[in-house]
């Protein structure tokens, strides 16, 4: 970390290198030492007019004023720093007058004086060998002005009354004697503060968590261990992979031991893909848990972490290589329990995960937008929709606006808008059709892709004439894509993808793609 002094001195002896020609009669730079505020001060005098007479000597006085900024900047944006605390330092004064009657050691302010000798007769003595530490943080200057110091050791510069130590260190030595002589003994220390120390746990938003300061990692923990108020009212814990304190960012790595056991509110969990490991008994007995989300970095679930969740149906774990697994860790859970997994994990997860072998299953691929087109009276609608989609028809005697099953059946059927009746399908068990309680409001259901053709009846209501039942409709009903994978499954113990493609339902194994009869497509 930078570091800057907290007064900026300028040598009074000190001549910029385009003056050093100049007769020191005519030098009308003048430099101060600080006003006391702990910044210096520059002074120009009738420069231009004494010395600026070509304009090369304009030039050079250009430079030098640039030169005057600059340091003028510096020394601003030292004393801003300071002030707004981003140098954390503190300043400790000891004199002889805190000196015990006769001791070896004494502290003062956080800074502890320790010597072969100390009293406070004749101003005061300091009998080496000796040193300064402090609890702080570490010292970066340190400062001994008395009637006599001797050679104080490495690291020390100086006169016979004045020696000065800089660096970084919560400690440090002296190995000459310090004496006041009827002089005193001032001795000024610079102290560099440590951060405060973290004291666990600490609470962001909803959750609690252990800090590693070293690390910049974070566990989370328990509210109250083992107590029916551990995170009472906590319903959903969407856990982050990374939390702030202190200005600080520190990665979610693990789910600490007992950390939700007993949360009985808890009904859903997401874990992300920064944590590595869950640890023993985390949600033990969260009997109102019904799914969690895994992600893909846990390397290691610990004992018992979910036993007793007595609601939990659903875990989805997305690390591709099955992570180790404590002792009776989904035991007592509900009996329908699925454990979704990378479809290309599926058999090594079975192979490492013996005692749930039968509770495990791929991940469902996200849903995939397909076309569905829908065809009467020698035309055609088309719909781009993720299925499965629902599509309705709201638009009865009172409504204000058509819905989507309406708005279709009016582009295939011309000039009217159209409510459903007697609705009814065939062709496709993907294709649903049904009432709602409402009068009039009919669905069409699309669940999922389908190869050829469903057909969909019923008749419909003129709005305009008012008469319900006049018309007759049928609509035929195909689901169009381009290669969309839809569904993964297992054929012959063998892993396989279902592929839609120009309305074709194919597998793909293996690289290679087959249709419903097993012929090789091309």
Known sequence: MLKFAKTLSVRRDWVPAELQGVPESNRKIGFGESEGNGAPYFAEQNLLSTICRTRAERETLLTIKQQIIMRKLFT????????????????????????????VSFTKDGVTVSADWIDNMDSGHLVAPGSFSTTLGNFT?????????????????????????????????????????GHGITI????????????????????????????????????????????????????PSSVEHNSKTYNVT?????????????????IPNSVDSIGDRAFRS???????????????IGVMAFTFCSSLAS????????????????DGTAAALKIYVPAESVAAYKAAWTAYADKIEAIAPEPQGVTVVFAANAKTV????????????DWAAGMDEPDELDIIIHELYNDYYYCNNNIQASGSDQVEVGTE????????????????????????????TGEEGAHNYSITISIKGSATAVENVQTNQVQATKILRDGMLLIEKNGKLYNATGAEVK
């Open 437 to 464: 309680e409402a009068p009039k409001n009919d669905y069409i259901t699309i669940k999922g892709v389908f190869e050829g053709t469903a057909t969909v009846t019923g008749d419909y209501f003129d709005w305009i």
């Open 76 to 103: 601003f944006l030292c004393a801003a720093l300071m002030s707004v605390g981003m140098f954390a330092t503190t300043e400790v004064t000891i004199t002889q007058n805190d000196f015990p009657g006769m001791d």
């Open 188 to 239: 000024m220390c610079t102290i560099e503060l440590a951060e405060p120390a973290i004291v666990n746990p600490v609470q962001v938003s909803d959750l609690y968590y252990n800090l590693d300061a070293d690390n910049l990692t974070a566990e989370v923990t328990y509210q109250e261990q083992w107590s029916p108020s551990n995170y009472s009212g906590l319903t959903s814990a969407n856990i």
């Open 141 to 181: 200057k340190i400062e001994v002005n008395a009637g006599e110091v001797l050679q104080l050791g490495e690291g020390w510069s100086g006169n016979s009354e004045r020696q000065t130590w800089t660096g970084n260190a919560s400690s440090v030595s002296f190995s000459g004697d310090i004496s006041g002589l």
């Open 315 to 330: 875990v989805t774990v997305n690390a591709t290589t099955p992570p180790t697994l404590g002792g009776s860790v989904f």
């Open 382 to 393: 088309e719909r781009t929709v993720t299925l499965p989609h629902t599509f309705k028809c």
């Open 286 to 300: 969260c009997n109102n848990l019904t799914d969690v989300t895994i992600g893909s970095g846990v390397t290691s």
């Open 254 to 270: 693990s789910i600490g031991g007992s950390a939700f056991y007993g949360c009985s509110s808890l009904t859903s969990v997401t």
